[in-house]
């Protein structure tokens, strides 16, 4: 069966959802439309794909009648777009992170299972092949038990070209760690299987624009008890996105887009990529899994409840920044 897909928000990341549509090809997804009150991008996007454009997404969706949204707009409209679209029957992608409270999620949610239609939540994280490799390794046990992750990512984040909204609390949630610390919850909750319970979190607040944090450190347990530290700054420095493994029995070294080292003692050794896995962009992956989920009548990987409680943390650590004290996730 083939569907019918809208997108919402012409923004930045529009293009890797509509390039991944076209990389599965019309006898899966069509897209057939695009909505953003900015006619200038919205149109750009609609020449460039071949769609209809309308300024609204609620006058799309009654027109249209599409099987499926990807929902790609700030974060403070993620609740209000998923709850409309949902409503009018329509399967959902959401753009990570899921909302900027655990009770939007729950809007959501419900508005969801009402609905009977499939919600999938875009943590493109467990698509990426070096990200897979490191599960695997994770699973097979062959350095023994994991104990402890040190995830680090720098990205300049203050830059001209960031769309303001990103930096203004009420609608983006947050700064780096909401944005990009949404990846790295995400990324440990999902690699060691196991949630996030207590965080510990040191944010600082010194840009120059906007009113979010742009760095942070945060200490997390897991159920289990791995601990993980996660080290993030959008002021000025070196790009970085670089997650560490210790194990019982050795160490890996995880660069999400590059690959996968590991040491059972001594220098670092680059692991082998099985190439046919880095061929399909995860964008495109995520659809057949959201495609998956609907065919089937099941939950896809990242699933609603699992997106709530990366959105839980994110909470625990604002509450642990506001309290000076440990949070333990709700
Ligand atoms: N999965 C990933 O790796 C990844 C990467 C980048 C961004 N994202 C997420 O994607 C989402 C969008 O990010 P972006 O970088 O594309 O942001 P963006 O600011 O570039 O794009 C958002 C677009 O939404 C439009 N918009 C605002 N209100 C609207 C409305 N009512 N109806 C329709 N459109 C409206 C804006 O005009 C803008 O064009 C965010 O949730 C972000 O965190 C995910």
């Known amino acids: ?79 209000e777009c998923a709850v409309f679209c949902a409503a009018k029957g329509c399967h959902l992608l959401l753009e990570k992170p899921m909302a900027n409270s655990s009770a939007s999620c729950d809007a959501i949610l419900a508005a969801v299972r009402e609905a009977g239609v499939a919600l999938m939540v875009g943590h493109t994280q467990h ?26 990512r720098h990205k300049a984040y203050f830059e001209e070209e960031r769309p303001r909204w990103f930096l203004e609390k009420e609608k983006a949630g947050g700064g780096i760690l909401m944005n990009l610390g949404a990846h790295s919850i995400d990324k440990i909750q999902w690699l060691t299987g196991r949630r ?67 040491s059972s003692g001594g220098e670092y050794e680059p692991v082998e990529g099985d190439d046919a896995q880095g061929a399909e962009s995860p964008f495109a992956s995520q659809l057949y899994d959201l495609l998956d989920a609907i065919e089937h009548r099941s939950e896809p990987e990242c699933s609603g409840e699992y997106a709530k409680s990366v959105i839980a943390v994110l909470e625990a650590v604002y509450r642990s920044q506001a309290t000076g004290v440990e949070q333990v996730v709700d």
């Open 1 to 79: 069966m083939s569907y019918r897909v809208v997108m919402i928000g012409a923004g930045g990341i529009s293009r890797n959802h509509l390039d991944a549509i076209r990389q599965l090809g019309p006898e899966r997804l069509t897209a057939v439309a695009v909505a953003d009150p900015d006619g200038v991008r919205g149109r750009d996007v609609a020449a460039q794909y071949g769609l209809a454009y309308y300024p609204s997404y609620q006058e799309m969706i009654v027109q249209e009648k599409p099987d499926i949204a990807i929902i790609a707009l700030p974060h403070h409209l993620h609740e």
């Open 196 to 262: 996030v319970t207590k965080v510990k979190a040191v944010l600082s607040y010194e840009a120059p624009i906007g009113n979010v944090e742009g760095s942070g450190v945060v200490l997390a347990e897991t159920e289990g008890g791995i601990g993980a530290v996660i080290v993030q700054s959008g002021y000025a420095g070196v790009a970085k996105d670089e997650t560490e493994l210790i194990f019982t029995g050795g160490m890996a070294r995880l660069v999400s887009r590059q690959g996968l080292w590991i």
């Open 127 to 152: 698509y990426l092949p070096a990200n897979r490799q490191a599960k695997a390794l994770i699973e097979s046990g062959r350095l023994g038990k994991l104990v402890a992750i040190h995830d680090t």
